[in-house]
């Protein structure tokens, strides 16, 4: 791990392989160990670099909502500090909410693009509101109430029961979150823009990855994002929830290396 020292922050991230540079930003609320398996393979090709996003794993929390326009521009940031002017952007969830807003900040930046199991719309009036009672409680209780809410939706049913090592491995990394960093991350999902508009206009090659089970942005979302990206690879992954990479690593995997 190194941390590189921008806008403010203290950033961490892993940096592995040499080749043509991909950045891979995890979910909410992770952190970077979330793509140990697909370093492990991309790097045999690519320099694969996966930071901690503003206020998960060990980069700094800061108390205002992170925008995912904010994290986008911290990661730019990162990028000027490893001199790299293109890569290829790749996102799970919330880290695909910041590629979004990376490639509407940043086009000329991105060679292509990866979205998993990830949405262009906006927050309804009610995940808004549920959004900010997660982050109060966090503030509050600590990462516990966050677990709870979202350790169900975030794994499919046969992994719950017949998984525990991943389970634990997704527990973990929530509750090793700062609650100050995720109340401000679900303070800055809440706010951010529709993107289906820049849909039309994103013309990289673009993979869209999506468990079958997911159940917090289910494939119908995936499909909206295939259909409106000229030229989008789509692929659904059967028997996989939200976290597909996870879930089913192999498969994921493949689909990175498009065998
Ligand atoms: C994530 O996995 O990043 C979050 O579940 C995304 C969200 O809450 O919208």
Sequence with gaps: MTKAHVRGLEMA?????????????HGFPFNRSLWREQVAV?????????????????????????????????VAALLDELKLERVVLGGLSMGGYVALAFYRLFPQRVRALMLADTRPQADTEEARRNRETLATRALAEGMQPIADAMLPKLLTPATQTERPEIVARVREMIMSTSP????????GMALRRDQTDLLPEIDVPTLIIVG???AITPPQDAELMHRAIRGSLFKVIAGAGHCSNLERPDEFNRALTNQ
Excluded: C, K
């Design 42 to 74: 991309l790097s045999q090709n690519h320099r694969v670099i996966t930071p901690d996003l503003r206020g998960f794993g060990e980069t700094t929390a800061t108390d205002e909502p992170a925008t995912m326009e904010t994290m986008a521009e911290d």
């Design 13 to 25: 991230y892993d940096d592995a392989g040499a080749g043509v540079p991909v950045v891979l930003l």
């Design 180 to 187: 100050v960093g995720a109340a401000a991350a679900l303070r």
């Design 212 to 214: 079958s089970e997911d």
